[in-house]
């Protein structure tokens, strides 16, 4: 006994064995597993994944090729049917007029009848613009490329929600002119379009907001920043005005996040959980979109790992779906059991329950 007593001790003292282990809320994780394998692709990076249910399965997409900024990098589907991913395929490309410039940020939503992809095209965020394309048979073939008016980005990088009054409410941002969060607006699925105002001046930094929605058509958006929180701000009115922004109890490391309203009302988000880094990559649940809950660990890495750019969706079985980047080389899938999630407390404000430091 003294001397398992003693090695239990010298491992605990290595790094081998920790204390205090961090809150994992695994018990809720049904699946957990890659689209595809490094093999499968062309292309040695990948980033900002979407995903959407589709008839029979579900479709995700993502840019990937050389690295980021690259003109190489293209928009890369997979259709999830038959409880398998299918071999990536590349729809779009950012080849224009004779020159290829880089692709990013997918975002993928399903209304119903057709299945709408939206990216940017352009040297880099200051400059790109929207497009869109359109699939009739669940993402197997598609429309060409179609531009978006100038000033248009369409979602930038979240989905988009559709209001009762049939507007398609795209929650999207620019970053030529600073840091600035505004919404875009289209009643009939991309063909006209208005816009609102910044949200914010360049005195707070934020971009990428996702949508979510409370009684009373009350809507909220929670926000990507550089101000080490993320930032929430609410509507009352559908989206065409909206409140000051402001910060929530939970750390940005500036770092894309994607939250979702659930079919039984709270509010589920996928964030990292830390003021640097993206090393961990976490989830919490909420009433009220303000106060937030620790709910599953996803990713707990060494510094310099990354675990990023998440996106999530509740499908019709009530399944919660998420797919985010696993260390710029593949796109992870992950499958949380609402109904087996139990909720933690935050130690501190900033802090995620027993967490350990990054080794």
């Keep these: 006994m003294k001397r398992l ?35 499968d692709v062309p ?7 979407t995903i959407e249910e589709i008839k029979g ?7 990937g090729g050389t690295e980021e900024r690259n003109p190489d990098v293209g928009i890369w589907t997979s259709r999830f049917i038959n409880g398998k991913w299918s071999k990536p395929e590349e729809p779009a490309n950012g080849l224009r007029d004779g020159k290829r410039y880089p692709c990013w940020n997918p975002v993928l939503f399903n ?22 394309m359109v699939s009739a048979d669940d993402g197997i073939s ?4 179609r531009r978006l008016p100038d000033g ?46 910044a949200l914010n001046d360049k005195t707070i930094s934020a971009i990428q907001p996702s ?14 920043s550089k101000q080490s929180k993320i930032l929430s701000s609410w509507s009352e009115d559908e989206g065409r005005t909206w409140s000051p922004l402001s910060p929530l109890n939970l750390p940005n490391p500036n770092s894309g996040i994607d939250a979702v309203t659930l079919s039984d009302g709270r509010h589920f988000m996928v964030y990292n959980h830390l003021k640097s880094g993206r090393h961990m990559l976490n989830t919490a649940i909420s009433d009220d ?38 260390n710029r080389k593949l796109i992870r899938h992950v499958v949380i059991d609402p109904t087996l999630m139990e909720a933690g407390e935050f130690t501190a404000e900033t802090g995620w329950p027993a967490v350990t430091e990054a080794r």
């Design 142 to 145: 598609w429309t060409a490329p």
């Design 57 to 63: 399965g579900f479709i995700a997409a993502w840019f």
């Design 111 to 132: 209304p119903g009848d057709e299945l709408l992809l939206f990216f940017k095209v352009g040297p880099s965020p200051s400059e790109w613009w929207g497009e869109l």
């Design 152 to 197: 248009i980005m369409g979602p930038v990088k979240n989905k988009p929600v559709l209001l009762g009054n049939g507007t398609l409410l795209c929650p999207s941002s620019s970053e030529h002119d600073g840091w600035r969060v505004h919404m875009e607006m289209t009643p009939d699925f991309g063909m006209t379009w208005s816009m609102t105002e």
């Design 5 to 39: 007593s003693f090695i239990a001790f010298a491992l605990i003292i290595s790094g081998f064995i920790n204390a205090q282990e961090p809150f994992s809320g695994s018990q809720c994780i049904t699946l957990r597993e890659f689209i595809y394998q490094p093999e």
């Design 211 to 224: 949508v979510l929605i409370h009684p009373g058509k009350k809507l909220q958006i929670v926000c990507r």
């Design 289 to 326: 979109g303000i106060n937030w809950k620790p709910v599953a660990l996803l990713e707990n890495e060494t510094k310099g790992s990354e675990f990023s750019y998440p996106a999530v969706i509740q499908s019709d079985d009530g399944m919660i779906h998420i797919t985010y980047t696993w």
């Design 43 to 49: 292309f040695p990076s990948c980033h900002a994944s």
